[in-house]
């Protein structure tokens, strides 16, 4: 049974191999132009920045140089029911230098086209299993982004020797720039 989580709560990951599966619902109507959200995992060492810009995946990089990490493609309209978009997680390949996968979700084009993430209902994340489809964990996003345009969903962390995931829940008025600033 998936344990669902508060923003802030952190639970261990005891699986190596999973999948990170990330879904909401638009109101396109409320500005008239289709809502493009981009779910992106910025794989950081101790320091918190990115090890190498080819450890920053996204839907122009989809594959981590370890193959730990893998994003399964954009979904450019977020139509339909469960995950919109998933990334596939191997803990077993992942570089030893790496102690955070940091996972966030921006709006292309946010600023042209006038949407933010108050815009956006029935956002989660959620770890499960692949081969059973079984959930292991799930955060809920409740809170009204009414400004913001990015959100960063959770981070998978390594702490004494173990890999946890913690509901982050924390939104920016900024795009995919903005964290690649952060963490570059």
Not at 10 to 37: H, M, Q, V, Y
Not at 74 to 101: C, F, M, P
């Amino acid at each position: 049974m998936a344990i669902n989580l508060q923003k802030g709560q952190r639970e261990s990951i005891n699986a190596p191999k999973f999948t990170i599966g990330l879904g909401w619902d638009t109101n396109s109507s409320s500005t008239g132009s289709a809502f493009d959200l981009d779910a992106s995992v910025f794989i950081l060492g101790d320091n918190k920045k990115i090890i190498a810009d080819e450890y920053f995946v996204f839907y122009n990089n989809l594959k981590s140089p370890d193959g730990a990490v893998e994003h399964t493609g954009d979904n450019l309209t977020g139509a339909g029911d469960g995950d919109d978009e998933q990334i596939k997680v191997d803990l077993s390949r992942i570089d030893s230098k790496v102690s955070e996968i940091c996972i966030v979700v921006t709006i292309h084009e946010a600023e042209a086209r006038k949407q933010n993430f108050g815009q956006v209902r029935n956002s989660f994340i959620r770890i499960f299993d692949a081969s059973t489809n079984a959930d292991i964990l799930k955060y809920e996003l409740e809170e009204d982004f009414s400004i913001e345009t990015a959100v960063e969903f959770g981070r998978i962390y390594k702490k004494d020797n173990n890999w946890k995931f913690e509901a982050v829940g924390v939104g920016m008025k900024g795009g995919l720039q903005d964290y690649l600033n952060k963490y570059q």
